[in-house]
């Protein structure tokens, strides 16, 4: 697994000529330090394209006074930006001395990654490209050459107070195994099981697909440990949720005619002295919810459950506590701040991409939602990023129906606003597939 220190910072830009009937590019890629070099490849739009000029004159002055001077010389041909400067990361290794021609596929679908088109006006703007470009690697440089300068304050991971034993993998109901990941340098379910013994209520936020559930089940669904009841229980939140349904309800006997009562999630959780899963919390009406309050804050530890008059008050023990999971960006997401000040830990929850590597997911597709997540943060991109479920179906479906398959699978799944842009990122590997669309009728197979 590649460290930071393996990481070194490139600058990339584009330019591009469609006069004369050709449609030709050139992409320029600088690494200033810490061995500065300077990459090129051009060719016909649409193709691989070739090496043409590299420089490795172990002088970042050198590699910018090459690179400006190359894009000046191009401009005067004809070629004006079409892809804007960028800075991104590529592994060390990527640019080794003898190495970087049989790698600079690599770099550039990950300068394709992270950059986007510029508007194509077909003239120069001004300043020229070579200006800008100039203006921007010397800043760039002097910004990195600062950062680089300035005294290093060493921010060692904190130590946790505590150092809880792991729990280790866990296969969760459904038969998948959850493999642990780190929270603050514990193990994540060992830092739930301790919240829980803690009374202390886990928020946790992210987008679809990276975990939430997952983990909360994988840390107590099986979770038998000192004689307690295993499991959990779990509610899924919508905008029709009602406190009721967290409760429990009278329901009709058809033959009987008779009412019986059926108990909720919240009323079994606490019965069972067992956490209470809320996911999708976010979704839930504030007034409903404010039926957990007491319980949450500690300040009640029983539960009354007045809608039900034969029903005792039924104590709230230790094992009892709430795990809930929101995804921000989800239209209607809303969080009062009582429920939020009832919630001592919060935890963003993000796809672990090395994780999804080492459960198949291929090399290209890391690559992708790396530099996806990355402009995200940037603010150069705001589609669709897949998560590790969607690598999971990827995995699934590419090993039962063949890569291809599952890459058509894939477009079909981002958004239509989004996939234009999600496939130039794909590169030219996949240039050709297209959505997964329903064909015609299959030839007749044997009765
Ligand atoms: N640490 C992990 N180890 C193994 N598999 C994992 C891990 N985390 C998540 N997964 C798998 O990734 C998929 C998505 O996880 P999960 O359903 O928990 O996502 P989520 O964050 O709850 O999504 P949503 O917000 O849509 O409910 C599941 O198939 C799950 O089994
Ligand atoms: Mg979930």
Redesign the pocket.
């Known amino acids: 697994m590649p460290t930071t220190g393996d990481a070194v910072t490139a600058y990339g830009w584009e330019l591009h000529n469609d006069s004369g009937g050709s449609d030709k590019y050139y992409q320029f890629f600088a690494v200033l330090s810490p061995s500065p070099v300077m990459l090129t490849r051009h060719g016909r739009t649409g193709q691989a394209g070739q090496l043409g000029t590299n420089v490795n004159p172990a002088d970042p002055e050198k590699v910018i006074r090459e690179a400006v001077n190359l894009t000046r010389a191009k401009e005067k041909k004809g070629y004006y930006l079409s892809r804007d400067f960028v800075e991104f990361t590529i592994p060390a290794d990527l640019i080794a001395p003898g190495d970087f021609k049989e790698n600079i596929g690599d770099v550039a679908s990950r300068f394709a990654a992270v950059t986007t088109h510029a508007t194509l006006t077909g003239a120069s703007p001004a300043p020229s490209a070579a200006d800008q470009m100039e203006s921007k690697l010397r800043s760039a440089h002097a910004a990195a050459q600062r950062k680089s300068a300035a005294p290093r304050r060493r921010t060692p991971a904190p130590a946790p107070a505590v150092s809880l034993p792991p729990v280790g993998?866990q296969t969760?109901p459904?038969g998948?195994?959850?493999?642990?990941?780190l929270l603050g340098g514990v193990e994540?379910l060992a830092f739930l099981r301790d919240a829980r013994s803690h009374s202390e209520n886990v928020l946790?936020s992210?987008?679809?697909?990276?975990?939430?559930?997952?983990?909360?089940?994988?840390a107590f669904a099986m979770d038998a440990v000192d004689g307690r009841h295993s499991g959990l229980e779990t509610i899924v939140g919508t905008a029709e949720t009602t406190a009721m349904d967290f409760l429990g309800t009278f329901v009709q006997d058809p033959v009987q005619g008779t009412f019986e009562w059926q108990p909720g999630p919240l009323m079994r959780s606490v019965v069972n002295d067992v956490p209470l899963l809320v996911?999708?919390i976010a979704l839930i009406d504030p007034r409903e919810l404010a039926v957990l309050y007491e319980l949450m804050d500690g300040s009640r530890r029983e539960l009354r459950i007045t809608q039900n008059p034969s029903l005792d008050p039924i104590p709230v023990r230790s094992g009892w506590f709430v795990v809930g999971?929101?995804?921000p960006d989800?239209p209607g997401a809303q969080l009062s701040d009582a429920l939020l000040s009832r919630f001592h830990h919060h935890v963003e929850?993000l796809?672990?991409w090395d994780?999804a590597a080492d459960?198949g997911t291929p090399a290209w597709l890391v690559t992708v939602a790396k530099n996806l997540t990355e402009r995200t943060d940037l603010g150069t991109y705001d589609g669709w990023v897949p998560?590790?479920?969607d690598?999971?179906?990827f995995v699934a479906t590419a090993a039962r129906f063949g890569e291809e398959f599952a890459v058509s699978s894939l477009l079909r799944k981002v958004p239509a606003q989004d996939r234009t842009e999600f496939k130039e990122v794909l590169g030219e590997r996949h240039k050709a597939v297209v959505p997964l669309t329903l064909g015609s009728r299959a030839p007749r197979g044997r009765r």
């Open positions: 993998p969760r459904n998948s195994v959850y493999q642990p990941r994540d946790l992210g987008p679809p697909g990276t975990g939430k559930t997952a983990m909360a089940e994988a996911d999708e999971t929101y995804n989800v929850v796809t672990d994780l459960m998560q590790l479920r690598a999971m179906a």
